[in-house]
């Protein structure tokens, strides 16, 4: 991969080969901030169907003078991506926030990898950009994924035995309120139901995202756009149909049943038929 360029509005971000890792490195594109904004480092990217990890910012990524208009930074990865040379010296450190994915302890407790001790030499002030949200029979990690547009993802369940679960459109983090756009790739999810609130703002389930749960039947709101790959991976382990319902314009990963043989789709379009004629 060779001077990628992807354009995130008020700037674009270019991303290259990372030999060293077998990765991606990522630095400032030709179009550069020219008012206060939000920079986002995401942890990944895909290009032409392929995922790629981000997990180096380039030599003088941003040293540009024009990233002293980022107020804000986002970091979407658990780890901190290496640093080359000047990588951050075009922020303003006493004017900027650094905002950090956090990751789980061995006690389930979030914390910031100690990997951005470094980065705290670019930034005044650094913040946990994820909340673990305790339920009686469940916990859900959020993590912010965009500071300007308010919006967040659901990155992990942790739950035992198999119980329903009831989503929520948004969630408060940082003592702000933050969309919820999409249950990612290995949240591992192990429920007997899913429940959707009426105004659901999730587009995406990510790969793996239920892996386990013991679902029969289950309704997708119309804002659902994607399905990943084993999305409900093992989820049969009874005779019991798994029936999901979706919009017409869902795209649906292959083998979102996967290991469950008995697993099928219907759109919700074609439901009244199926019901009718199963």
């Known amino acids: 991969i060779e001077n990628h360029s992807i354009d995130y509005g008020n700037y674009s971000l270019v991303f290259n080969h990372n030999e060293d890792y077998n990765a991606l490195n990522v630095k400032l594109g030709d179009e550069k901030p020219d008012e206060e904004c939000s920079l986002t480092i995401p942890s990944k990217i895909v290009i032409d169907g392929t995922s790629f990890s981000v997990n180096a910012i380039a030599a003088n990524g941003f040293a540009d003078e024009s990233c002293s208009n980022f107020t804000k930074v986002l970091s979407n990865s658990e780890s901190a991506p290496t640093l080359g040379e000047d990588a951050l010296s075009g922020i303003v450190k006493i004017n900027t926030t650094l905002y950090v994915r956090g990751k789980l302890d061995e006690s389930n407790n979030i914390i910031i990898d100690e990997s951005?001790?470094?980065?705290?030499?670019?930034?005044?002030?650094?913040?946990?950009?994820?909340?673990?949200?305790?339920?009686?029979?469940?916990?859900?990690?959020?993590?912010?994924?965009?500071?300007?547009?308010?919006?967040?993802a659901i990155n992990k369940f942790i739950c035992g035995e198999s119980n329903p679960l009831n989503l929520k459109d948004k969630v408060s983090i940082l003592g702000e309120d933050y969309t919820i756009k999409a249950i990612e790739d290995g949240a591992e999810g192990k429920f007997s139901e899913i429940n959707f609130p009426y105004n659901s703002s999730i587009s995406y389930i990510g790969d793996n995202a239920f892996s386990g749960s013991g679902l029969t039947e289950l309704f997708l709101p119309e804002s659902i756009k994607e399905i990943g790959i084993h999305a409900f991976n093992f989820s049969d382990e009874t005779d019991k149909t798994k029936l999901i319902i979706y919009g017409e314009n869902t795209t649906i990963s292959d083998n979102i049943f996967f290991n469950s043989p008995s697993g099928i789709y219907v759109s919700s379009q074609y439901y009244d038929k199926y019901i009718e004629n199963p």
């Not at 470094?118 to 859900?140: G, M, P, R, V």
């Open 116 to 152: 951005y001790d470094i980065w705290n030499n670019y930034f005044n002030n650094t913040k946990n950009a994820s909340l673990k949200e305790d339920n009686s029979d469940y916990s859900i990690v959020y993590s912010i994924t965009d500071l300007d547009k308010k919006e967040c």
